[in-house]
């Protein structure tokens, strides 16, 4: 697209002005498609709108594994889109109430916003407490008792994990400054302020649902450089030996179950309720039979049993591959 129009065009909007008519306005549909519009704002590159989906997508990733051991089932958190809007456009599309949690940027000037819905704010908080994470089917704001709870073991990390999506970049200091309800009370920037506006989608417990992430334009200015050079040599920094030694001790020290299946058996509900001290139950294996070793749900060994001293154990006989599994 050419920021000067041509002589053609130029004669063509004369003409268009002088002589009006039904194909010369078709034609000036036409060129005012093909050049820019004023009433859409349109700071940031191609470039600069990858790079932010960039770090977003490494933050979706980090949040997604700390929530799911938070809630001990899955939370799914995946970078949906990146559009520009102004400010007074984003607020009108926020519904009333919402969780909106409005953090600090230092050293950036001005604030950012994350947002998301009640309904969802509920169903976390509720597995957080011990709950399924059920939806609730009404919409209202959180007590100050839930928002503690909310603030502590949800929005807490969200700010933490963001920093460290952008710590190769700048290292910015996401602090929580407070939450609001009503969208209207919002003092983030003018109507007319552009802003990029990340909008993050999240499945837990059958729900769907997104984040959104308000960065104002003047907020994110002083970065812009950096996002589009580090897109650029991104592929060339090599892997830090620090980091992955710290991962490597981290996996070692994760917990996982490890159950042994003797063998199965079927029996009437009449018989299991009829058992007495002493009756036996026959298994579908045979004693000499190697037995399944399950890591979690994955069978990967097998083994025979037997006795090491006073108490039972296993010998490993062999590692079951991926059929097996």
């Not at 002589?7 to 549909?29: G, M, N, V, W």
């Not at 984003?90 to 947002?115: C, E, H, K, T, W």
């Not at 998301?116 to 509720?126: G, K, N, V, Y």
């Not at 039979?289 to 083994?303: H, M, P, Q, Y």
Request: hydrophobic letters at 40%; charged letters at 25%.
């Amino acid at each position: 697209m050419e920021d000067i129009l041509s002589q053609s065009e130029i004669d063509l909007l004369i003409k268009a002005t002088l002589e009006p008519s039904e194909e010369l306005a078709t034609s000036l549909d036409n060129l005012a498609n093909d050049h820019y519009d004023f009433t859409k704002p349109n700071k940031f590159s191609k470039d600069q709108l990858r790079g932010l989906q960039r770090i977003h997508e490494q933050f979706c990733r980090a949040y997604s594994g700390l929530m799911s051991a938070r809630f001990r089932t899955r939370f799914d958190l995946k970078f949906q889109a990146v559009d520009q809007l102004t400010f007074g456009e984003f607020v009108r599309s926020l519904p009333n109430p919402s969780v909106l949690s409005i953090f600090d940027a230092s050293p950036l000037p001005g604030s950012i916003v994350v947002q998301l819905t009640p309904d969802s704010a509920f169903i976390m908080h509720d597995r957080l407490c011990g709950g399924q994470g059920n939806v609730y089917g009404f919409s209202r704001g959180l007590t100050d008792i839930e928002m503690a709870v909310f603030k502590r073991q949800v929005i807490t990390s969200f700010a933490k994990i963001l920093r460290d999506a952008w710590q190769d970049i700048q290292t910015i200091d996401f602090r929580l400054e407070q939450i609001e309800s009503n969208p209207q009370f919002l003092q983030l920037a003018y109507d007319r302020d552009v802003v990029v506006v990340i909008s993050l989608r999240f499945e837990f417990n059958d729900v769907t649902d997104s984040f959104n992430i308000c960065i104002p334009f003047r907020t994110i200015e002083p970065l812009l450089s950096k996002i589009t050079q580090h897109r650029l040599f991104e592929s060339l920094a090599p892997p830090d030996p620090e980091k992955i030694a710290q991962l490597k001790e981290k996996v070692k020290s994760v917990i996982i179950p490890v159950e042994v299946e003797l063998g199965t058996a079927t029996v009437k509900a009449g018989d299991l309720l009829n058992l007495e001290v002493g009756d036996v139950i026959e298994l579908d294996r045979k004693r000499t039979e190697n037995v399944d070793v399950r890591i979690g749900s994955l069978t990967k060994f097998k083994a025979t049993p037997g006795k090491l001293g006073e108490k039972l154990g296993i010998v490993i006989t062999s590692i079951c591959d991926s059929q097996e599994e």
